[in-house]
């Protein structure tokens, strides 16, 4: 049984990839700051407790799944500030650091152990990380974190070839979830696009920067 691993597992996106993973036959391992309902109706492996900006809470959850085999790690938990030039604020772009970037290479060091020869590597970004893309401007702590996690996929990638995984970097699209005020598409179909983008996903493509929804590669 192929045995994935979710971060930010509790709402929005999260949750319907655990929904859909756990549907599909998958073992579901669910990682989340804070547990939800509809989450434990699922009635899938929950690991609650884990703020991916917390060190000594990732050494934890990779002490709690020592024993596990990792055939996919989806690093999803990520949050959205709205910074603009006249109205900066530093901590609020530091704490996106820490969550959007820090936290995917942190889950997936401490879990690295842990992985199955073949495993995959998914981490959630968005294409407002995307410098040739950005028209618009703004977003300073999300944009730019976004832009630094797709660095450190791309060096993923590279360092985990040599064991056979392969790693995507995969822009779900606007997803109409808390975090963007219910704006855009389903989380369901969301959901639907990432798990399409991820079983593509081969040693041939790691470390490349997709649209789940058209399955185009992104610009950096």
């Known amino acids: 049984m192929v045995t994935s691993v979710v971060t930010g597992a509790n709402r929005g996106i999260g949750l319907e990839l655990c929904r859909q993973l756990r549907a599909r036959g998958d073992h579901v391992v669910a990682v989340c700051r804070k547990s939800s309902p509809e989450l434990e109706a699922l009635g899938i492996r929950l690991e609650a407790g884990i703020d991916v900006s917390d060190a000594s809470a990732v ?11 990792i055939d996919l790690l989806v690093n999803n938990a990520g949050i959205l500030r709205g910074e603009s030039l006249d109205a900066l604020n530093f901590d609020s772009v530091a704490e996106q650091f820490e969550v959007n970037a820090l936290g995917p290479l942190r889950v997936t060091a401490a879990l690295a152990p842990m992985f199955a020869p073949d495993a995959k590597v998914a981490i959630i970004t968005s294409r407002m990380g995307s410098i040739a893309d950005n028209g618009s401007g703004g977003y300073y702590g999300y944009r730019m974190s976004k832009a630094a996690v797709n660095a450190a996929g791309v060096s993923l990638a590279h360092d985990l070839a040599v064991r056979g995984i392969a790693v995507a970097l995969i822009h779900p699209g606007m997803v109409a ?17 990432v798990i399409a983008r991820i079983d593509a996903l081969t040693r041939d493509t790691t470390g490349r920067f997709w649209h789940a929804g058209t399955g185009e590669e992104l610009p950096w």
């Not at 050494?59 to 085999?69: E, G, I």
């Not at 808390?178 to 696009?193: C, E, L, S, Y």
């Open 59 to 69: 050494a934890a959850l990779a002490s709690r799944v020592k024993d596990v085999r």
């Open 177 to 193: 979830t808390d975090m963007t005020g219910k704006h855009g598409i389903a989380p369901r179909d969301a959901a639907q696009g």
